[in-house]
């Protein structure tokens, strides 16, 4: 059979065929990153926000594995104000990039970084003594001011000063004319759970907590504590600005925001077939064989992606991929650059039965026609969320901005 070039694609059923034309010269798998939903996601989070309060962007872990700087970029285009990394490294990729909006680090970095958080004015959150004392050295030394967010551990157990200490922390610290405090956050465990007592009491300290520092004199710099959930479910504790995350990406974090702000998804994961045969019944199909051709008409196409480009392997033999608009079962199990599925002509009703070709384009996570396999669908089955799906796709795949 005739290997078809990029330009031989055949019309059948579905959509996807015509997003071959981001297919990558060098590997028959890529990403496509919507940049216009990331835009539409993060105006409908500006809707909810009252004028004036903040919009921070969590772009941790490269944006979800959504590509960080092109996300950022967008992001800021649809009236973000603020970005937020977990990693040093993270932080300085933005800074390389040309990108001069704040950036906050949600943690604290070793001790050994701040010439280098410094260097590319990241701000660090801070919660202990020793790590704000030695940023406010080197600081002062280098004739500047390091900015730093205060974190309050309210009740998740992570990071942060414990509410009660807060205001003798700042005492230790406060005397140090290289620091100034620009912002105090805590994060919420169970801010999607609606009516949660926890969720309450995490609110109930934070509030106590920036009251007995203003009370004792101290700035506080920006208040903030609302993730995804907490901006739509609890407008109430907005503050001066919302840390959003997942719901950029066009996900919702639990069922609950559902039915309150609409989003569309961001990451869509496709390939090319890059073979496709009817083997013998009683043919086995990858490592283990765990699939055996059960009977004849089975068609069994290979795409090239794999656990190494976060298709998770617990997914063998349980998930759908979606081709010519129609799902077809992966079957075998999931290798570290590529897989299998099964297409069983005599169901299909097309004559010749010949479905699936090399070339055809393979929806893993996207919309093909009428069917659609979400972020949410791979994490059910993977018994995960759908940050992690995202995440995983993010590690080697190329990303394609559409
Ligand atoms: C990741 C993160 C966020 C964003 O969370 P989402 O659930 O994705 O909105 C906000 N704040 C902190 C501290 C985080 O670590």
């Given at each position: 059979m005739a290997f078809p070039g990029?330009?031989?694609v055949r019309k059948q059923g579905?959509?996807?065929?015509?997003?071959?034309?981001?297919?990558p010269d060098d590997r028959w798998a890529w990403v496509e990153i919507d940049l216009d939903a990331v835009r539409e996601n993060t105006r409908a989070f500006k809707s909810h926000l009252e004028p004036g309060v903040k919009m921070m962007c969590a772009v941790k872990a490269d944006a979800y594995g959504h590509g960080a700087v092109k996300c950022t970029k967008a992001m800021h285009s649809a009236g973000a104000d603020q970005f937020a990394v977990a990693t040093v490294a993270e932080g300085v990729e933005l800074r390389k990039a040309g990108i001069t909006w704040p950036i906050l680090m949600l943690g604290q970095p070793p001790i050994e970084a701040i010439n280098t958080i410094l260097e590319y004015d990241i701000m660090p959150s801070v919660y202990s003594t020793e790590f704000a004392l030695a940023y406010g050295e080197r600081a002062a030394a280098l004739d500047k001011i390091g900015r730093y967010h205060l974190a309050i551990?309210?009740?998740?157990?992570?990071?942060?000063?414990?509410p009660e200490d807060v205001v003798e922390f700042r005492h230790m610290i406060?005397?140090?004319?290289?620091i100034r405090c620009a912002g105090t956050f805590t994060h919420f465990a169970?801010?999607?759970?609606?009516?949660d007592w926890d969720f309450r009491q995490q609110a109930r300290r934070f509030t106590t907590a920036v009251q007995a520092l203003k009370e004792a004199g101290y700035e506080t710099g920006l208040v903030h504590c609302d993730n995804t959930p907490g901006t739509v479910l609890h407008p109430e504790l907005h503050n001066d600005m919302c840390r959003v995350g997942i719901g950029l990406y066009g996900l919702h974090p639990a069922d609950t925001t559902v039915k309150r702000i609409q989003l569309k998804p961001v990451m869509s994961v496709r390939a090319r077939v890059t073979r496709a045969i009817y083997p013998a019944v009683g043919e086995g199909v990858g490592y283990g064989l765990t699939y055996r051709i059960p009977t004849p008409n089975i068609q069994i196409a290979t795409v090239p992606i794999g656990y190494a480009d976060g298709l998770a392997r617990s997914l063998s033999n349980r998930m759908d991929v979606l081709v010519h608009g129609r799902r077809a079962r992966q079957v075998g199990r999931i290798c570290m650059d590529q897989f299998m599925f099964a297409v069983?002509?005599?169901?299909?009703?097309?004559?010749?039965?010949?479905p699936v070709q090399e070339g055809d384009v393979v929806t893993v996570i996207g919309t093909d026609g009428d069917e659609r396999i979400t972020a949410d669908e791979t994490a059910r089955l993977r018994d995960t969320i759908n940050y992690e799906v995202t995440c995983n796709f993010g590690m080697r795949l190329q990303k394609v901005y559409v």
């Open positions: 990029r330009n031989a579905g959509m996807a065929q015509d997003m071959v034309k981001y297919c551990d309210t009740g998740m157990t992570r990071i942060g000063v414990l406060d005397f140090h004319r290289g169970t801010a999607d759970v609606v009516g069983d002509t005599s169901k299909l009703g097309y004559r010749p039965a010949d």
